[in-house]
């Protein structure tokens, strides 16, 4: 019997222990001088975005001719600290909210053949030298990756 119980618990620490969707704890910050990234986008009726390097951002926004389809970001009033704004790690899945984040609508239905473009936002610490596609402050650009659903 006792021997069931250890076993029952090694399971349990086992399964506590497997790899799961990354949550805020779990983002990995960009280095201070990450700025552009590289992005790709799965080819599936919910696209899955991810890209490199694979750091966490504040903002996952999913457009179509400059129209909001999708928008993900954490909370804008923690935009002030980049530890505490970039939350949101890669892979992002379109419609499914990541942990630490919020949406400000639901998603739009993607249409078959229609070009769309994902946009990526991280909050730069002071002094950073990163190179962004555009820069406001603190707000650094990282990437717009156009792509076909």
């Known amino acids: 019997m006792r021997y069931q119980r250890e076993v029952l618990v090694l399971l349990l620490v086992a399964a506590a222990c497997s790899e799961g969707p990354i ?7 960009c280095a201070d001088d990450t700025g552009i990234v590289s992005v790709t986008v799965s080819d599936a009726a919910q696209p899955v975005m991810a890209w490199d390097p694979s750091c966490a951002v504040a903002m996952v926004l999913i457009e179509e ?8 970001s954490t909370d804008e009033a923690l935009w002030t600290d980049p530890s505490a704004a970039n939350l949101i790690a890669p892979p992002v899945t379109y419609g499914v909210v990541p942990a630490g984040a919020e949406q400000t609508g639901p998603p739009a239905t993607l249409v078959p053949g229609v070009t769309y473009e994902v946009i990526l936002y991280r909050i730069l610490p002071a002094g950073s030298t990163a190179t962004c596609v555009q820069r406001f402050e603190q707000m650094c650009l990282m990437a717009v990756h156009a792509f076909v659903r």
């Open 65 to 72: 001719e400059a129209s909001d389809q999708w928008l993900v």
């Open 23 to 29: 949550g805020p704890a779990d983002a990995a910050p």
